[in-house]
């Protein structure tokens, strides 16, 4: 069983920038596709980054170039670096774990974007 926990999130302003850590429990995160995602009220669930094993990334266009993802294999973290925020950013973000037929979510933490 592998645990989730998210942490970083926050009310900033347009413009601003905000870093979100996901923290995995367990033995498998190195050998994991990870993967931020996130949802706004009355929109469903949007990739935001994935990272793989070997940190290839990959970024929805409306991210790309303002967030980056990161990890940390020896500290079971991943990281979402995220500048130059828009109210548009404003969502829900979830952490995920995939390996296999193995799927988990984190419990998700709010981003607000707001002057």
């Known amino acids: 069983q592998v645990q989730l926990v998210e942490s970083g999130g926050g009310l900033v302003q347009p413009g601003g920038s905000l870093r979100l850590s996901c923290s995995a429990s367990?033995?498998?995160?190195?050998?994991?596709?990870m993967g931020w995602y996130r949802q706004a009220p009355g929109k469903e669930r949007e990739l935001v980054a994935t990272i793989t094993s070997s940190s290839s990334r990959g970024y929805a266009g409306s991210v790309k170039g303002r967030f980056t993802i990161s990890r940390d294999n020896a500290k079971n973290t991943v990281n979402l670096q995220m500048n130059s925020l828009k109210p548009e950013d404003t969502a829900v973000y979830y952490c995920?774990?995939?390996?296999?037929?193995?799927?988990?979510w984190g419990q998700g933490i709010q981003v607000t974007v707001s002057s």
């Open positions: 367990g033995s498998i995160f190195s050998r994991a596709l």
């Open positions: 995920r774990l995939s390996l296999g037929s193995l799927d988990y």
